[in-house]
């Protein structure tokens, strides 16, 4: 660790990063129903520590020093609001397209990847329900599909650390070991046109994985596991909330980090 603090390390623009290449487009996956979480708008749009949660993504991904624009995909009906009250709260380095969500997320990230723009040869496709991924993780998951020709993708990933068990009719047939268990996070990086193809495949043949990597995986390619951080968490339930605002308010009491990309008109707070 260098002696440039926890912000510096946390975010790798501050530091001066020079030569890396912003070779990257991060498409944002904010087109969910808040179904789940209960409440009408999306958790998308949810308070956590005085921003709607989906800034908190876009803050890191535009500190991400491989990143060179930035996809957001919503709901038609809330692209003023994404516009608004997300995207205009913050004063980010790259430029932010947005495109309309679709009836699926695997339909949603498909519109996300057309709005791609053509000169960005790696896609990281991120959920805006995982409000606390960094960038230092984003940039070694960019960096594992960039170093790494015979890569097909790199996944954020934890390894699983509870015990599994395998049930059927609410009984236990059999509790697999778990140290080849990890549990997928996002980003998920992958070269644009194989995506892309694979996307359009899956489509074809009417195939729904539960994630992106899982398209990629059925083409035979080789997916990367990236260890990072399990309070990358997902944002689901109303208690997911509370948990992630109690690690969030603990990171920004270390380092403050983000706060300089908030637009913030005189008077406001956090």
């Known amino acids: 660790m260098s002696g440039l603090g926890p912000c510096a390390e946390a975010c790798p623009e501050r530091v001066g990063v020079s030569g890396t290449r912003r070779d990257t487009c991060a498409v944002v996956v904010a087109g969910g129903s808040g179904e789940r979480f209960g409440d009408p708008r999306g958790k998308q749009y949810v308070d956590l520590c005085g921003l709607p949660l989906a800034c908190w ?20 009906d809330h692209r003023r609001e994404m516009r608004e009250d997300v995207i205009s709260r913050l004063r980010l380095r790259c430029e932010v397209t947005i495109a309309e969500g679709g009836a699926t ?53 934890a390894r699983v650390t509870d015990t599994l068990k395998l049930v059927e009719d609410a009984s236990i047939v059999a509790t697999p070991d778990r140290s080849f268990y990890w549990s997928a996070q996002t980003p998920q990086v992958f070269r644009t046109a194989q995506i892309v193809a694979a996307h359009k495949a899956a489509a074809r043949d009417k195939y729904l994985g539960t994630d992106d990597a899982s ?54 707070s956090l």
């Open 215 to 268: 398209l990629i995986e059925r083409s035979g390619a080789r997916v990367v596991c990236v260890e990072t951080p399990r309070d990358n968490l997902k944002v689901t339930l109303p208690e997911d909330l509370l948990i992630a605002r109690a690690l969030l308010q603990s990171r920004l009491a270390v380092d403050g980090c983000g706060l300089d990309l908030l637009d913030l008109n005189e008077g406001d």
């Open 57 to 76: 993504s876009l803050i890191a991904l535009d500190r991400s020093p491989s990143i060179g624009h930035i996809v957001v995909v919503c709901a038609a």
């Open 105 to 157: 997320r695997q339909d949603s990230v498909r519109s996300g990847l057309a709005a791609v723009p053509e000169d960005f040869g790696l896609v990281a496709i991120h959920d805006a329900a995982r409000p606390l991924i960094q960038p230092v993780s984003v940039e070694r998951a960019i960096a594992c599909v960039r170093d790494d020709a015979g890569a097909g993708g790199a996944i954020c990933a």
